[in-house]
């Protein structure tokens, strides 16, 4: 059970990431449906004894194979473009937040609150709690306020990496002298973890990322505290 929970995505918490699951479903669900047919014609054309060498062309028949897979390649495009201009908008973020990656950790910058800056280690294995999860867990966790529109800011100050939080439908590239940037939105609060996603040298693995999402009141009691 363990290893077939591992082949499928995680809980969406966002919208963006919603979309997206439910675009990888109706995919899925297309590509059954294609296979099975093209399936049963192939085996039933393998297993038919009914052949005619005197037919040339069929009209109609050709027609209906080049028109029924360009409707389906449509319902399949105009979602996936949708879902690419939606996670690519960014529109009246509450906050900005700069990441920076590093090898092989990641620096966070709250762009409205100057005074907030801190880089983010994994912690070892030692220094774990029984309910933190090995190789992702941090020292400094992002905090970020939920139901809110959020700007991430993304870049490198070495080599390329790749800023990941799967349940939030999340994967932007740090590359140095670039900013990239993406939005988040999260729904619900809780303690989300992500990975760099490039293979960016010899301690790649151990750089997670972990943002804890809370209401904005206490959202707003931490910064007052930090």
């Known amino acids: 059970m363990a290893k077939w929970s591992q082949m499928v995505m995680q ?5 963006s990431m919603s979309y ?17 047919i093209i399936g049963y014609v192939l ?17 109609e028949v050709e027609t209906v194979w080049t028109v029924v897979p360009a409707i389906i390649l449509i319902t399949m495009a105009v979602p996936s473009i949708q879902i690419l201009y939606m996670v690519d908008e ?11 990656g590093h090898q092989w950790y990641w620096s966070y910058q709250y762009g409205d609150f100057p005074f907030i ?29 939920m139901k809110q529109e959020i700007r991430m800011v ?38 989300y973890y992500g990975q760099c996603s490039e293979i ?4 790649h693995s151990f750089m997670p990322i972990c943002i804890e999402s809370i209401s904005s009141s206490d959202f707003i009691l931490w910064v007052k505290k930090y």
């Open 90 to 100: 960014v529109v009246d973020p509450k906050l900005t937040i700069k990441v920076i």
């Open 20 to 36: 997206i699951s439910g675009f990888h479903d109706y995919m899925m669900l297309t590509m059954v449906l294609v296979l099975s």
């Open 117 to 145: 800056s801190f880089d983010s280690y994994m912690l070892p294995i030692d220094e774990l709690k029984l309910s933190d999860y090995r190789l992702l867990e941090v020292d400094d966790r992002l905090v970020l306020p």
């Open 43 to 59: 085996i039933s054309l393998c297993l038919s004894h009914l052949t005619n060498r005197y037919i040339l062309e069929a009209q």
């Open 154 to 191: 993304v870049s490198s100050a070495d080599v390329i990496h790749s800023w990941t939080v799967p349940s939030m439908g999340v994967k932007l590239d740090a590359v140095p002298g670039r900013l990239n940037q993406v939005s988040m939105f999260m729904l619900k609060p809780g303690v």
């Open 11 to 15: 809980d969406s918490v966002s919208p």
């Open 200 to 203: 960016c040298g010899v301690n």
